[in-house]
């Protein structure tokens, strides 16, 4: 260190910097890339040799889509039959997604499913059964949605819910009324 | 009554992938335990935090999930874990590293434990080295697997009440129904 750079330093520091502090600075930042590129790669090399996790895919019948319909204020039912064709246990816990309707409703049902969850022997079967309530003030419509088996390959089937209008009593129903 | 019978789907190997046996399931499991030996402790928290928001973003997707989900960010714990989760910059764990399949997991162990031939397997699979404990002078943990089946049970039972505890803080509850054409007068009636 030189003279010069002694009274440099020991004056204004902060206000005047050097080829030596931007030299320092580079190098600081330099190494600093150079650490978070290393970790970085070396994560996604960790990445890259993970083990093997046996799946499972979802094979619907072809053309498969839970169908149910109702009014306001009833409970429509959708059933499913899951059958395991692995050679060892599944469990499966399936849920029912928002239902959006052709206008763009969103509809998050209170489904119950039952049951919640089924533990399947290889070559078992269960049937569950999906209750949706309808809220009474539910615009008609139909609503499209999914029964979702979480952790699934394609683990979704398709479901439609036809919400009718409900009959009142003012509704016309004799010839007269036919005729106005 | 409609007395048809119900729509059917099977669930089957995916083609082209590992078939779901006791042997392809033991050696997954051996590779996980062996792979701990040679990966650091950041890199398997950081892979499983990205395998829980994974299968957080997946919940998101059910009725069930999506209605929790609008609760949390509705309470007053959602800010705070927000705040936490950058200031600790726990995300950056996750970064760059694969989402652990949390779920597929859990699917995959359970079948194990009912798997009959389970024994027979054991012997033609790797197995991860043995451990001996390095502490000096502590007394050593004791894991046994009933024990640790029991403490998953009541570490989940514990993270579920937690979640909907917090949940159930949001200060109002979340509308049925959301969007659409309003129209026709109904949708705008249900909007709250």
């Known amino acids: ?180 | 009554m409609n007395e048809t019978a119900a729509p059917r789907a099977r669930l089957v190997d995916p083609e082209g992938e590992a078939d779901r046996t006791t042997a392809a399931l033991v050696s997954s499991l051996a590779t996980r335990l062996i792979i701990l030996h040679y990966t650091s402790g950041v890199s398997v928290i950081g892979s499983l935090l990205a395998g829980l928001s994974l299968a957080g973003r997946d919940a998101a997707r059910t009725a069930d999930g999506a209605r929790l989900r609008r609760a949390l960010l509705a309470s007053p714990a959602a800010r705070n874990g927000e705040t936490l989760w950058a200031a600790l910059r726990i995300g950056d764990m996750a970064a760059g590293l694969p989402a652990t399949p949390v779920v597929d997991h859990i699917r995959n162990d359970l079948a194990l434990l009912l798997a009959p031939d389970l024994a027979e397997t054991l012997s033609a699979v790797p197995i991860p080295p043995a451990l001996q404990s390095r502490a000096a002078g502590a007394a050593p943990g004791e894991a046994n697997f009933i024990d640790c089946l029991l403490g998953l049970w009541i570490h989940a039972r514990e993270i579920t009440r937690s979640i909907e505890g917090l949940a159930r803080l949001a200060p109002a509850e979340p509308p049925v129904f959301e969007g659409g054409n309003a129209a026709d007068g109904h949708t705008s009636q249900l909007l709250r």
């Open chain 1, 1 to 180: 260190m030189t003279p010069s750079h002694d009274a440099n330093n020991a004056g204004s520091h902060a206000a005047v910097r050097g080829p030596i502090d931007d030299l320092l600075r580079l190098q600081t930042d330099f190494q600093q890339r150079l650490a978070s590129e290393t970790l970085r790669y070396l994560r996604q090399l960790q990445g890259l040799v993970g083990p093997v996790v046996p799946g499972t895919l979802v094979l619907p019948d072809p053309g498969l889509e839970l169908q149910g319909r109702a009014q306001g204020g009833d409970t429509v039912t959708l059933q499913v039959t899951l059958e395991n064709r692995q050679r060892v246990h599944c469990l499966v816990s399936p849920m029912l997604s928002p239902l959006v309707s052709e206008r763009g409703v969103t509809w998050f049902v209170e489904a119950r499913v039952e049951p919640g969850s089924a533990l399947l022997a290889e070559g078992d079967q269960a049937t569950i059964a999906i209750a949706v309530p309808v809220p009474a003030a539910t615009p008609p419509g139909s609503y499209r949605g999914a029964v979702l088996l979480p952790g699934f390959e394609k683990g979704a089937l398709p479901v439609r819910v036809i919400v009718e209008p409900a009959m009142t009593e003012e509704a016309p129903a004799g010839p007269d009324a036919q005729a106005a």
